[in-house]
């Protein structure tokens, strides 16, 4: 019914930049809330960065001021610009749809993009 399509991941240098995309494709109405996650090896998913519908966000601490989220409603794509990337930062960085509502359904709904990888290695 939906799916989300992560692109944007590789290998940087400690330092350098990227930018993911994720484009949610489907029978979408409106979607409350998207974002993403990240999973390093050995670690729990944490949340890296979320925006609402209206323009709301909020940052994980360890991104706060290198990370920016944003959001193309109309497309419903979300980006995440990443400066001054970290060797911590290495993860699988999953995109996610909360509170999605269907043309076809009632109620809301979460959906999870399968991930892309980001390395920041020197």
């Known amino acids: 019914q939906v799916q989300l399509v992560e692109s944007g991941g590789g290998l940087v240098q400690p330092g350098g930049s990227l930018t993911l995309s994720c484009a949610a494709s489907?029978?979408?109405?409106?979607?409350?809330?998207m974002g993403w996650y990240r999973q390093a090896p050995g670690k729990q998913r944490e949340q890296v960065a979320q925006?609402?519908?209206?323009?709301?966000?909020n940052y994980a601490d360890s991104v706060k001021g290198r990370f920016t989220i944003s959001r193309d409603s109309a497309k419903n794509t979300v980006y995440l610009q990443m400066n001054n990337l970290k060797p911590e930062d290495t993860a699988v960085y999953y995109c996610n749809a909360d509170q999605v509502v269907l043309t076809t359904l009632p109620g809301g709904m979460e959906y999870w993009g399968k991930g892309t990888l980001v390395t920041v290695s020197s």
């Open positions: 489907g029978s979408i109405f409106s979607i409350y809330a």
């Open positions: 925006v609402t519908s209206g323009g709301k966000t």
